[in-house]
């Protein structure tokens, strides 16, 4: 994929998206993790830890882009997306079991821990959508990191003041998951026609939009169950 190509500038672009969406509350970990060290070890805690997570995120991407060359994985791929899309819009992320970290290396560590297991539905969207490039991954990290460590705060404010950037974020989730799947090699001859292959891209967008939505409204209108103690 050339970098002067509108495919590789749209394959970036929906890395960061999906960084700062699956990621982007991340710097609310580490700053949970680090919470409890003095003034003077939690920079260097967010650094290191930051970093440990890149490096280990970076190599995760790298080890999932081969996996998704093995036939068949890009169709569980993109199914595996296409629920991770639609759960991005019925629900949100909790950091209640992040625990803050006694000391320096073991707030490191925490950060380092958290952010993978948080971190494992974003290797496989951003894999996706990388296209087998791993120059794009490397881009994506360091375009959004520094958003998501610096500025997730503002990130997060925004998202509940414009509820419709999930609804983006998760659109884009599904049309990487659909590029996934059309992508396919035994069943690229099912996609050959251009109506069909966007048809269907189309089809798992609005698809995941409306029925996470409709999911999403349902829930809140369910009554909630009432403490004990009223």
Excluded: C
Aim: aromatic share 10%; proline share 4%.
């Amino acid at each position: 994929m050339e970098w002067v190509s509108p495919e590789f500038w749209t394959a970036l672009l929906s890395i960061i998206i999906i960084d700062l969406l699956l990621a982007g509350d991340n710097a609310i970990v580490i700053g949970l993790a680090a919470r409890n060290l003095p003034k003077h070890q939690q920079k260097k805690a967010v650094v290191w830890g930051t970093v440990g997570a890149v490096v280990i995120r970076a190599l995760a991407t790298m080890f999932v882009l081969w996996l998704l060359k093995i036939p068949g994985l890009l169709l569980v791929g993109g199914v595996l997306l296409v629920w991770i899309a639609y759960k991005l819009l019925i629900e949100g992320k909790s950091h209640d079991d992040v625990e803050a970290g006694g000391s320096l290396w073991g707030a490191i560590r925490t950060i380092i821990i958290a952010d993978a297991l948080m971190g494992l539905d974003n290797v496989l969207a951003v894999a996706g959508a990388a296209h087998g490039s791993f120059l794009l991954v490397v881009l994506g990290l360091l375009i959004s990191v520094p958003i998501m460590v610096w500025g997730s705060t503002l990130i997060l404010k925004w998202i509940e003041r414009f509820p419709i950037i999930i609804t983006i974020g998760a659109g884009v989730l599904a049309w990487t998951a659909a590029k996934m799947i059309v992508g396919e090699p035994f069943l690229k001859e099912y996609f050959a026609n251009p109506v069909i292959k966007y048809g269907f891209e189309l089809l798992v967008v609005a698809a995941v939009i409306a029925f996470g939505t409709w999911k999403k409204q349902k829930t809140a209108k369910e009554p909630q169950p009432k403490a004990a103690n009223e």
